[in-house]
């Protein structure tokens, strides 16, 4: 210290720091140690348990939306095909095996007008919210198979002529059996000197093949496959047991017996199924499917008879359902070149080329006479005289009151509620032949008045031989009076 003082003068100042005796300061605190892990591991777990929780509840609710809402929509698909009948026959069920019995309500031919009018409009609510399911390329339908040419003239011995079984709307229908066993129908384009113009049978080729690779049910043919070798054009399609419904009200006379010719409830039942296949065709396809060409002989009967309808060669989609009630009875038409076959072919489509879904419901009310008269659509009444239409033929008696009088004699006298259900199904087929598209009736309606027709028939079992045409009080009387004498709807 002594010597320090010598550099020390002044004020000192520089020195005082160094001369100071008094302890040093304290060493500043070590900063606050970080959050430990554990509290970090905790925050994510919470974190984690949050985001799982969130995520498994939403993927709860997806399975939940999936299965309320996929099993449900299915469910209203099959109904809305199959169409329940008005109330005042409630109970008798949709399907071909629904028993009891019932009448129709007064007032319309067509059913209860307000369960039509509701289920009309219950069913463009849905139609366009369900499409896809109905009928898109998602229907449940396994894809189309290709064949070889070799493989479908193996399966029909060379196309034989023993194994052609009919005509299509291109070409020939065999007979054939593939090596894993499956009974098929092949329709073969016709080739040679006979052939139509090659760009004809492509069109209806890939006309068939398109619409029924996408179309799945129940009253419609199924296709199996195709083949398209060169200048070859093959489709394969399901084999129909019991062959057409034409062949059957129309036998030749070394045919054996059909039971089609002796139950009025048998023929019923096939026109119910075709109404159905119709009805999708027109109501649930996207777009809407006319089928241009129906006629008995394009419906055919599996083992089980139950009906189905075929051959898509001059089918041509047409325009959606106006969703309005107004415009309903002007809906769009397709103007296209008249086709499809004599007797069967709506007049209005004929002379006017103007075509919509009525002009299939004019051919369907032509195979509805068909059944009930067993006479052909193009007929001659005796042996050297003219041509008479089925059309002019029963409907002025049908209107006259003396349906008897055109029955097919070959069935038994309908009893008690089975005559009721074949008057009914005059009646519809009478609205069906109209003149003008505007007054047919939708496919739905017919549905559901064959439906009611099928239940009577149903209800007759149980009672046959108490009785027959004449003064029934039935929905089929009553829907005469809810037309004017020329068959318009009053």
């Known amino acids: 210290?002594?010597?320090?003082?010598?550099?020390?003068?002044?004020?000192?100042?520089?020195?005082?720091?160094?001369?100071?005796?008094?302890?040093?300061?304290?060493?500043?605190?070590?900063?606050?140690?970080?959050?430990?892990?554990?509290?970090?591991?905790?925050?994510?777990?919470?974190?984690?348990?949050?985001?799982?929780?969130?995520?498994?509840?939403?993927?709860?609710?997806?399975?939940?939306?999936?299965?309320?809402?996929?099993?449900?929509?299915?469910?209203?698909?099959?109904?809305?095909?199959?169409?329940?009948?008005?109330?005042?026959?409630?109970?008798?069920?949709?399907?071909?095996?629904?028993?009891?019995?019932?009448?129709?309500?007064?007032?319309?031919?067509?059913?209860?007008?307000?369960?039509s009018r509701a289920r009309g409009l219950f069913r463009r609510q849905l139609s366009r919210a369900m499409t896809r399911q109905r009928s898109g390329p998602s229907s449940f339908k396994d894809p189309a198979e290709e064949f070889t040419f070799a493989q479908l003239e193996a399966a029909t011995k060379g196309f034989a002529l023993e194994a052609k079984i009919g005509e299509g709307s291109f070409g020939t229908v065999y007979r054939g059996k593939l090596p894993d066993g499956r009974e098929v129908a092949i329709k073969r384009g016709e080739s040679g000197p006979r052939a139509r113009r090659f760009q004809e049978k492509e069109s209806a080729f890939r006309s068939e093949l398109v619409f029924l690779s996408r179309l799945h049910h129940k009253h419609l043919v199924g296709l199996v496959g195709y083949c398209e070798e060169a200048e070859e054009r093959l489709l394969v399609y399901e084999y129909m047991k019991n062959g057409a419904l034409y062949d059957h009200l129309h036998p030749k006379a070394s045919a054996a017996?059909?039971?089609?010719?002796?139950?009025?409830?048998?023929?019923?039942?096939?026109?119910?199924?075709?109404?159905?296949?119709?009805?999708?065709?027109?109501?649930?396809?996207?777009?809407?499917?006319?089928?241009?060409?129906?006629?008995?002989?394009?419906?055919?009967?599996?083992?089980?008879?139950?009906?189905?309808?075929?051959?898509?060669?001059?089918?041509?989609?047409?325009?959606?359902?106006?969703?309005?009630?107004?415009?309903?009875?002007?809906?769009?038409?397709?103007t296209t070149k008249a086709a499809g076959t004599v007797g069967y072919m709506d007049p209005e489509y004929y002379g006017l080329h103007h075509l919509t879904v009525k002009s299939d419901v004019y051919g369907f009310g032509v195979v509805m006479l068909e059944s009930l008269t067993g006479r052909r659509a193009i007929f001659k009444e005796a042996e050297g005289g003219s041509p008479v239409s089925v059309v002019d033929y029963a409907v002025p008696s049908i209107m006259g009151g003396e349906l008897g009088k055109v029955l097919d004699p070959r069935a038994p006298e309908p009893a008690a509620h089975e005559a009721e259900a074949v008057e009914l199904v005059a009646y519809t087929a009478v609205h069906c032949v109209q003149l003008e598209g505007k007054d047919r009736p939708a496919m739905a309606d017919i549905v559901a008045n064959l439906e009611t027709a099928f239940a009577l028939c149903e209800g007759s079992d149980r009672d046959r031989g108490t009785g027959a045409f004449g003064n029934s009080s039935s929905s089929a009387s009553l829907s005469v009076t809810s037309m004017d004498r020329s068959g318009a709807l009053a």
């Open 257 to 334: 017996p059909s039971p089609v010719a002796s139950s009025w409830k048998l023929r019923i039942k096939i026109l119910l199924d075709a109404s159905r296949g119709i009805e999708y065709l027109h109501s649930y396809a996207v777009p809407p499917i006319i089928h241009r060409d129906i006629k008995s002989s394009n419906i055919l009967l599996d083992g089980g008879w139950t009906a189905r309808v075929s051959d898509f060669g001059l089918s041509l989609t047409g325009s959606p359902e106006p969703s309005s009630e107004e415009s309903r009875s002007q809906q769009l038409a397709v």
């Open 1 to 115: 210290m002594s010597q320090s003082q010598k550099f020390c003068g002044g004020s000192g100042g520089i020195c005082d720091a160094l001369c100071d005796d008094s302890p040093p300061p304290p060493a500043p605190a070590p900063p606050s140690p970080p959050p430990s892990s554990s509290r970090r591991v905790s925050k994510a777990w919470i974190a984690f348990c949050v985001v799982g929780a969130v995520g498994g509840f939403a993927g709860l609710c997806s399975i939940v939306y999936c299965l309320v809402f996929g099993f449900c929509s299915n469910k209203r698909v099959h109904n809305s095909v199959q169409p329940n009948i008005s109330a005042a026959a409630a109970g008798t069920g949709a399907d071909n095996n629904g028993g009891g019995g019932g009448a129709a309500a007064s007032g319309s031919p067509y059913g209860s007008p307000n369960g």
